[in-house]
């Protein structure tokens, strides 16, 4: 069946250096993907978006790579900072008429250390 | 502006009780979701609903669970019987439902615990 998986469960990084987060999908009908941010005790928060017809995206400190030949794709963040430590989920949709119907991976925790 | 919403925070059940929550959408957002969340897990559609179409329940995981969004807008997630299998947190989001983007609104959830 379909799924959305991410590699690693926990990433730990340093303040101040990259952290990279993958996510890999099954479902090659996907065709828009969407990054979230988790904080503790609270709802997913939309980081960065990408369509299937791109393979990289840029917003403020943070890129998205799609991989659509292998089915993965990834989350870059620079210079990691210490209110990054959340939950990061990706999810994916399959076209307008099952837009409401996003399949989330089971999420990377990732802390920052000082 | 304000956010989504949910009531309660929290909810603390017995076994066998009904429990309805709520959620209210950003003004404006015609699409809204219900989503189950168990511990350390990824997110779990349950809902969704866009306009004046008939919902998706696809996600519901039993006939015990039911959801309703009256005028378009506040949306009521109704779980009869509760099992103690259903204690989670369940999260609602909203969004524009237009082909430009999917983002979806999320809010701070209900944390539903059935002893």
Same mark, same amino acid.
């Given at each position: 069946?379909?799924?959305?998986?991410?590699?690693?469960?926990?990433?730990?990084?340093?303040?101040?250096?990259?952290?990279?987060?993958?996510?890999?999908?099954?479902?090659?009908?996907?065709?828009?993907?969407?990054?979230?941010?988790?904080?503790?005790?609270?709802?997913?928060?939309?980081?960065?978006?990408?369509?299937? #017809?791109?393979? /990289?995206?840029?917003?403020?400190?943070? @890129?998205? !790579?799609?991989? %659509?030949?292998?089915?993965?794709?990834?989350?870059?963040?620079?210079?990691?900072?210490?209110?990054?430590?959340?939950?990061?989920?990706?999810?994916?949709?399959?076209?307008?008429? #099952?837009?409401? /119907?996003?399949?989330?991976?089971?999420? @990377?925790? !990732?802390?920052? %250390?000082? | 502006?304000?956010?989504?919403?949910?009531?309660?925070?929290?909810?603390?059940?017995?076994?066998?009780?009904?429990?309805?929550?709520?959620?209210?959408?950003?003004?404006?957002?015609?699409?809204?979701?219900?989503?189950?969340?168990?511990?350390?897990?990824?997110?779990?559609?349950?809902?969704?609903?866009?306009?004046?179409?008939?919902?998706?329940?696809?996600?519901?995981?039993?006939?015990?669970?039911?959801?309703?969004?009256?005028?378009?807008?506040?949306?009521?997630?109704?779980?009869?019987?509760?099992?103690?299998?259903?204690?989670?947190?369940?999260?609602?989001?909203?969004?524009?439902?237009?082909?430009?983007?999917?983002?979806?609104?999320?809010?701070?959830?209900?944390?539903?615990?059935?002893?």
């Amino acid at each position: 069946g379909e799924s959305v998986g991410l590699h690693l469960p926990t990433l730990s990084v340093q303040e101040g250096d990259n952290s990279i987060i993958n996510c890999a999908y099954s479902n090659s009908a996907s065709d828009y993907f969407i990054w979230y941010k988790q904080e503790s005790g609270k709802g997913p928060q939309f980081i960065i978006d990408i369509r299937s #017809n791109m393979d /990289k995206r840029q917003g403020q400190r943070v @890129t998205v !790579l799609l991989n %659509k030949t292998v089915k993965h794709l990834s989350l870059q963040i620079a210079a990691t900072q210490p209110g990054d430590s959340a939950v990061y989920f990706c999810a994916e949709n399959r076209g307008l008429d #099952n837009a409401g /119907k996003s399949t989330f991976g089971d999420g @990377t925790t !990732l802390t920052v %250390k000082p | 502006g304000a956010g989504v919403s949910q009531s309660p925070s929290n909810k603390v059940t017995e076994k066998g009780k009904d429990v309805e929550l709520r959620c209210d959408p950003i003004s404006g957002h015609t699409a809204l979701y219900w989503y189950r969340q168990s511990l350390g897990q990824g997110l779990e559609f349950l809902i969704y609903f866009q306009g004046n179409s008939a919902p998706d329940k696809s996600g519901l995981p039993s006939d015990r669970f039911s959801a309703e969004r009256t005028g378009g807008s506040v949306s009521t997630l109704t779980i009869q019987r509760t099992q103690q299998e259903d204690s989670a947190v369940y999260l609602c989001a909203s969004s524009l439902g237009t082909t430009y983007s999917y983002e979806q609104y999320f809010g701070p959830g209900t944390r539903l615990t059935v002893t």
